[in-house]
């Protein structure tokens, strides 16, 4: 039962970090290495049930916190371009996140630019819910074949703070900002790729000299 808390608090914790967090694979993967006697269904699902309310948390922080309070008007309006889209394609979108969810790529930024739209967190929490414990339950199996197939002693090893980790953050990161950037009316419409221009302030016309008759 403590190996059961103490999963959900550390999947928890990892998954309500916006960047920079080690992939929940790898707990999955070292619990199951190390507490082979454990079943790994039951792993599965008490890290997907800490990872989904973790990346709902984020979800929601982006959007009460970023899009309510920090989120210029304009960038408002042209992520509600996306909204209203996604709005039409519910089933698509749930379906991207659950087959997302059976990769082991980070899904932190997926949720905070969902979160960016404003729209409901159910229908993809589900999904993603699903995904994460059968990949999940994959690792769990994986780590306890490792266990029976290797020597006791070894340990997993490295550092997951590694030259290519920190760049795909930094990436992903980048992948956020030039998703606000876009302008979605024109992708939407057209089919192009455009960055919106920064609406400038109208320049004030200065009074000129007076001419006099």
Not at 24 to 49: D, H, K, R
Not at 71 to 85: K, L, S
Not at 151 to 180: H, K, N, T, W
Request: overall charge positive; proline content about 6%.
């Amino acid at each position: 039962m403590a190996t059961l808390a103490i999963l959900f608090a550390v999947v928890l914790l990892i998954n309500l970090t916006p960047a920079f967090a080690p992939p929940t694979w790898m707990a999955m993967l070292w619990v199951g290495f190390n507490v082979p006697e454990g079943n790994p269904f039951v792993f599965a699902l008490i890290a997907a049930s800490a990872a989904t309310l973790g990346r709902l948390i984020l979800a929601t922080f982006a959007r009460t916190l970023v899009r309510g309070r920090l989120m210029r008007e304009a960038d408002r309006e042209n992520i509600d371009v996306v909204r209203i889209w996604l709005e039409k394609h519910k089933t698509m979108t749930a379906s991207a996140f659950f087959l997302y969810s059976l990769s082991p790529f980070p899904s932190n930024y997926l949720f905070i630019a969902y979160g960016l739209s404003g729209l409901p967190l159910r229908v993809i929490g589900v999904a993603f819910f699903i995904g994460r414990t059968v990949s999940y339950a994959v690792w769990a199996h994986l780590g306890r074949f490792v266990s029976a197939h290797i020597d006791p002693e070894v340990q997993f090893e490295g550092s997951y703070l590694s030259g290519y980790f920190v760049v795909s953050q930094l990436a992903l990161l980048g992948l956020v900002y030039i998703l606000m950037k876009l302008d979605w009316r024109i992708l939407v419409e057209q089919r192009k790729l455009t960055l919106r221009r920064s609406l400038k302030p109208p320049r004030q016309v200065e009074d000129g000299p007076t001419t006099r008759c």
